[in-house]
Nanobody, 113 residues
């Protein structure tokens, strides 16, 4: 498994923005696809955004046009830029490399006025 460390969560008002970061040792994201997932209270964990090893991206319909996944050129950090946040985005957000079954510890995002 690979150690993944998320950061950047917090409390934001509806309509606001946050950027989450997921750091890994080495340029692991050059080799494996990774995804951002979230789990709200009482709900199943769901895929929010995914970036392939070649840089292709996919998004959940609920976040298309508002969220953007990207990675730095050195490919050791992946970001999730979240704009126009809605209260239903409140959840714990996790980064993961599914092929390695590696997960970060999660970071709380709360969207509330």
């Amino acid at each position: 498994q690979v150690q993944l460390v998320e950061s950047g969560g917090g409390l934001v008002q509806p309509g606001g923005s946050l950027r989450l970061s997921c750091a890994a040792a080495g340029n692991i994201f050059r080799i494996y696809a990774m995804g951002w997932y979230r789990q709200a209270p009482g709900k199943q964990r769901e895929l929010v955004a995914r970036i392939g090893s070649g840089g292709s991206t996919n998004y959940a319909d609920s976040v298309k046009g508002r969220f953007a996944i990207s990675r730095e050129p050195a490919k050791t950090t992946v970001y999730l830029q979240m704009n126009s946040l809605k209260p239903e985005a409140t959840a714990v957000y996790y980064c993961s490399i599914p092929l390695l079954d590696s997960w970060g510890q999660g970071t709380q995002v709360t969207v509330s006025s």
